[in-house]
């Protein structure tokens, strides 16, 4: 059986989760940015293999914890990844999520996408300004339409594939009275993108490596939850006897018999 590292995101109180009015205006304004985020890479920062037909380009995997102060000062650990790809300048774009992790608003997460530019500064030392734009609920979360909106301005220390630093961001869902700044930890691992180029596709070609995001499989996950008996919401309410949820599992090769990922899934 495979070994998992799992990252799991479950929506069990759903009463404050966006209307389909609020969501068109989500996947507009995070749409926006996956776009770039997705538009084919012909320029900036890559590496060119004219024998195998593969293009690399620089990339980063981003992970960033802070504390984000809800109305009435309750307080939420939130965690987020994100996937971003060079493009030319400093600039890179991917898609990302964020999630709660502790606090009273277990279930609340978004998905969207978010653009950066890196500026080195001297040294060791440099500075990514990023935006990052989504839309998601749950956790009986106070998010109104759920657009979540997160500037950020990160201090980086690099140590030679990969950074640490601190991040002073604000996260606000728009029209909620969730507007909150703070400091936190983040951790930036350098990789790569590769990608064949148009006129190789449907030609055997030998990259040297994995391509794309890095996963060696991807696998949809279908399952029931059936919570212990007097299980309750975050709201109070008791949660119903079967919660059915749906969800996707990347998994990479650790050798011939183990796997490791990343899943998420929504109830």
Known sequence: MPVMFRLACFAAALPSLPTFASQRRCRVAAGLLLVMATAPLTA?????DLDSGVTRRGAQVRVTA???TLPGKEKMGLVGTTYRIDLDHG?????AVYGAISGQRG????????????????????LDLGLYAGGGGGGNAPVAGGLMLRPHADLLWDLGGHS????????????????????GLVWNVETDFSYVRDDRIGSRVDGGGRGGLGFDRLQPVL??????PGALRVSGGALPTRLGFV?????????????????????
């Open 44 to 48: 900036g920062a890559m590496v060119l």
């Open 66 to 68: 802070e504390r984000v």
């Open 91 to 95: 600039v890179s774009v991917g898609p």
């Open 107 to 126: 279930g609340l997460f978004t998905i969207g996408a978010e653009a950066g530019w890196r500026l080195p500064i001297g040294g060791p030392i440099g």
């Open 164 to 183: 640490i630093g601190v991040s002073l961001s604000q996260v606000r869902f728009a029209h909620s009275g969730i507007n909150s700044r703070q400091l």
């Open 223 to 228: 399952g029931v939850y059936r919570p212990r």
């Open 247 to 267: 969800g996707a599992r990347f998994e990479r090769a650790l050798g011939r018999h183990w796997y490791g990922g990343v899943e998420a899934a929504g109830a």
